[in-house]
């Protein structure tokens, strides 16, 4: 097999895409939704330093931040899980939608497996994949990174797929596949 050439792109069923958005981008909400509760944080205590008056006392101004942002620690979690939750629930009643279901795919070349959705983009390195899983229903494609993301493709929705093909080619170049 001429690996140089190698390309396959999968679309991704509602099954799949569910799956995807739970694996890889509820920590990424998560991320960004903590990031901009940062933000705000920093925005709000610039914005009360320059309104700090000269008659009030430094102190007392350090204090009352410091009050801030051990409350923003304390609550941080919770709200960032509440709104993570909701953005996630959002995404799940939005996949259900065909015109969305087209812009999920799984692009497979000799070097790379890239992710791609609405939501944002990943890539993995072939190197990265940490063990191979072919079962009756699905292929799993375990990839060894901080997050340890489980790649999964339906072998029962084979709308244009050529999934054997992609099998062949991680068996002959990547690793070696456990069946079960």
Known sequence: MNTSKFSLEFELNVAEIQKLN???YKD???ERVTIFFALILIF???LDFFNLSKDEDLIIWELRNLVVIILFLMFRYS???AICKTIFRITKKITDYTTVLGKYKLNFTNSFIYVH???????HKWSQIERAVLTKDFFFLYVKDDDHHIISISNKFNNGRNINELIAFVERNVIEITKM
Request: hydrophobic fraction near 60%.
């Open 79 to 81: 709200f960032v899980n």
């Open 117 to 123: 959705s609405p939501l944002g983009a990943f890539a």
């Open 28 to 30: 990424l909400y998560k």
């Open 44 to 46: 709000l205590i610039f």
């Open 22 to 24: 739970k694996m890889y």
